[in-house]
C-alpha cells in the first residue's frame, strides 16, 4: 500500500495511507500496520489478534453509495464494521476488547 506525501492532491492508489497518519502512529513509539479494504475476514481477525489497537484515519470517502433504491456499502466501511465487531466479541471474551481510535467519519 502506497505512503503518500501530507500535500498530494491527486491520489492514485485506491487504497493509500498519508504520510501524515503513518507519522502520526510512529510518534508514539508504535509501528504502523496498514489494513486493506478487501481483507478476507480470517486473514482480518489473524492481523487483529496481533495488533494493539486500530486508528481509522479522516478523510473524505462515501460510506454508503444508493444506486437504484440499493444501498452499496464501501470497502472501507465493510471492514470497518468487522473491526468493530472483533473489539466487541474480544471484549466479551476478556473484558478489555481491542482499542480503536476513529478520526472523523462518524467513527
Do not use: W
Amino acid at each position: 500500500m502506497p505512503v503518500l506525501p501530507e500535500k498530494q492532491h491527486l491520489f492514485p492508489a485506491k487504497e493509500y495511507i498519508l504520510d501524515i497518519n503513518r507519522h502520526f502512529i510512529e510518534l508514539s513509539g508504535a509501528t504502523a500496520v496498514p489494513i486493506r479494504y478487501h481483507t478476507d475476514e480470517q486473514t482480518l481477525y489473524e492481523m487483529l489478534d496481533e495488533l494493539d489497537g486500530v486508528y481509522f484515519t479522516g478523510g473524505f470517502l462515501n460510506l454508503f453509495e444508493v444506486s437504484q433504491g440499493i444501498t452499496i456499502e464501501h470497502p472501507y466501511y465493510k471492514t470497518a464494521k468487522r473491526i468493530f465487531k472483533y473489539s466487541l466479541e474480544t471484549k466479551k471474551a476478556d473484558g478489555f476488547g481491542l482499542p480503536l481510535l476513529g478520526i472523523c467519519q462518524g467513527f
